[in-house]
């Protein structure tokens, strides 16, 4: 019981206790300086009044939701091509690896010079195939899918390092046994790769959605800042600001909450779904 | 696990000389797709390097030098002096190693804990756990940062140690209980037959059999200190206690905008990761496996 009293002590303190003070501390009304003074639902009122928090919510959604489909998507394909007997393909791995290791705030102000308006590399390159420049991430138009483009980039590596992995574990007389059995290569990837595959795309979809609202805190702090006009305001940001800018203590870890709710739902949907088109060995309900 | 070590299958075990023009065709293909495919990840990194070798005000330069003339070395010099980058990197050495250190030691022996002794609750502990790594770290860090107000810790690097220390790494728990798991349980009955205590056997028997699971979660602990951007920002005011990350973040909004010496710095903070990375590849690969492969 002692051995594990250290880490249980500091899950308690930094984990257990604060989730559950949060509960307490989204009832009230605290700046930090002076006491916090009880409000009860105030702080959820004003949330359903608050334009910037849907927007920073509709922004989350289309961010997030789009960056890491298309993040998954791309590392599967590449880790299709990775799996090949090519020559050359351990140089390709450590290529498309390696940005994915770039430290996020280095990555973001890379990216930040690359779509600088006036001098930056996108805009040179445009330029070169004789295209008119582009604001990039200083185009409310523009901003949300230049910052899915920039997830790209960092995004994907990991994924590929994780699909090869799991490419590697499909045991190759299946592949064999289909190929006997007359299937073409599209086919043993649709009845094969896929299913095979499934509980580990599943498992990178939820985890790369949750830790989507936390990871691009730091690429979008370091950008954009949330504009411009809010358009890649994500909900994490916004929190941040709450907390952090305004000192609205109360109202911050109210919002938080909402997240934690979102989580969580977001968790029970795709277990649900899951259930439909994932394939657990030794589960013949497949 | 190295990048290589990901081993490929042999295409559908038929032997390369009967190779039909068909197969050859197809590697072809794949070829022309993974090297334009890689323009995209590479180009970034030399435009970061050409960049950081331009003399101050040649990176404005239209059209762009592609290889600068004349190679600027001092920039990197001027970029670690510009902004105090080496107290930054003082600072974020002093956090990061010591969070490592007892971090990875306290959740090697929690998850030693969970797989091999018996105790009430359990597994209901070890689900809490797991159900942790869920958590949004927003939600608890707003009451994590009142807690350390009142205890006027704001500005020190205790924040930043002491909850990953001791609580933080759910999933380094999960890493060393599933390693434990497959260490054989006769070497603890030995070992308590000659009358060592759980300590004992954990510290002298699970511990050093735990090697590549302790490499693991110490490289992932390194990198993730290395580029935590949130909290450092949340936790520290005063400019001489920046960590890296942020120092970097501010020399945008507190410096001119010189992008050469920019792109000098950033690079500088990639450096030791790549070096992490080409030196303990396997691990490195590894952990990332292991964090996205358990579903």
Redesign the interface.
């Known amino acids: 019981m002692l051995c594990i009293a250290p880490w249980f002590i500091g899950f308690v303190v930094f984990t257990a206790i604060p989730m559950v003070s949060a509960f307490g501390i989204a009832l009230t009304k605290w700046d930090i300086i002076g006491n916090p003074e009880f409000v009860g639902l105030a702080n959820f009122q004003k949330m359903a009044n608050d334009r910037i928090f849907y927007k920073s919510l509709s922004n989350t959604f289309l961010i997030s939701f789009s960056a890491v489909p298309l993040n998954l998507t791309v590392a599967l394909v590449l880790a299709l091509a990775l799996n090949q007997k090519v020559r050359g393909v351990n140089l390709y791995r450590t290529v498309y690896f390696l940005p994915s290791q770039m430290p996020l705030v280095a990555a973001s102000l890379l990216w930040l010079w690359i779509f600088n308006p006036d001098f930056g590399l996108a805009n040179i390159l445009l330029a070169m195939v004789g295209l008119p420049p582009l604001k990039w991430l200083f185009d409310p138009d523009l901003a949300r899918p230049t910052i899915v483009l920039i997830t790209l980039w960092g995004g994907v590596g990991t994924a590929m390092m994780v699909f090869l992995a799991g490419l590697q574990g499909i045991p190759q007389s299946l592949y064999e046994a289909s190929a006997i059995d007359g299937a073409s290569r599209v086919r043993q990837f649709q009845h094969v790769t896929l299913p095979m595959l499934s509980p580990v795309i599943f498992f990178n979809l939820i985890i790369g959605i949750i830790s989507s609202f936390q990871a691009y805190f730091t690429l979008i702090y370091n950008t954009t800042r949330g504009g411009p006009a809010n358009e890649t305001l994500i909900y994490i940001i916004f929190i941040f600001f709450k907390a952090f800018q305004d000192f609205e203590m109360g109202y911050a870890t109210a919002l938080s909450l909402v997240l934690f709710a979102v989580v969580l739902v977001l968790t029970g949907i795709q277990f649900l779904l899951a259930r439909r088109w994932v394939y657990y060995e030794g589960d013949d309900r497949a | 696990?190295t990048?290589?070590d990901?081993?490929?299958?042999?295409?559908?075990?038929m032997p390369a000389p009967l190779r039909s023009r068909r197969d050859r065709v197809r590697?072809g293909a794949?070829?022309v797709?993974?090297l334009l495919?890689?323009v995209?990840?590479?180009?970034?990194?030399f435009?970061?390097l050409t960049?950081s070798l331009k003399g101050s005000g040649r990176?404005?330069t239209?059209?762009?030098e592609w290889i600068p003339d004349p190679i600027v070395w001092g920039n990197y010099a001027k970029a670690l002096t510009v902004v105090p980058m080496l107290q930054f990197a003082q600072n974020t050495l002093v956090i990061t190693a010591t969070a490592t250190v007892v971090g990875v030691l306290?959740?090697s022996?929690?998850g030693?804990?969970?797989a091999r002794?018996r105790?009430p609750g359990r597994d209901q502990?070890f689900s809490?756990?797991l159900a942790?790594l869920?958590?949004?770290?927003?939600?608890?860090?707003?009451?994590?940062?009142?807690?350390f107000?009142q205890l006027s810790m704001i500005d020190t690097f205790v924040p930043l140690i002491?909850?990953w220390?001791?609580?933080?790494s759910?999933f380094a728990?999960f890493l060393f209980r599933q390693y434990a798991l497959t260490v054989p349980l006769e070497l603890d009955e030995a070992a308590r037959v000659d009358g060592a205590g759980?300590?004992r056997i954990?510290w002298t028997i699970i511990l050093p059999l735990m090697r590549p699971a302790l490499a693991t979660a110490t490289i992932l602990s390194v990198?993730h200190h290395?580029?935590d951007?949130?909290r450092p920002?949340?936790y520290l005011h005063t400019p001489a206690k920046r960590t890296?990350?942020?120092g970097?973040?501010l020399?945008?909004s507190e410096y001119l905008v010189e992008?050469n010496l920019?792109?000098a710095?950033?690079?500088c903070?990639?450096i030791p990761?790549?070096i992490l990375?080409f030196v303990a590849q396997r691990y490195f690969?590894q952990g990332?496996?292991m964090s996205?492969?358990?579903?």
């Open positions: 696990m990048l290589s990901v081993a490929t299958p042999s295409s559908l075990g590697s794949i070829h797709f993974l495919g890689s995209f990840y590479i180009v970034p990194f435009w970061m960049t990176e404005l239209m059209p762009p306290m959740s022996l929690a030693f804990a969970f002794l105790f502990i809490l756990c942790s869920m958590l949004p770290g927003m939600v608890t860090l707003i009451p994590e940062f009142l807690v107000k002491v909850p220390s001791l609580g933080g759910a728990v759980a300590f954990w990198i290395w580029n951007f949130l920002l949340v890296l990350a942020i970097l973040a020399f945008k992008w920019m792109m710095a950033a690079t903070m990639l990761i790549m990375f690969v990332i496996v996205g492969i358990k579903g």
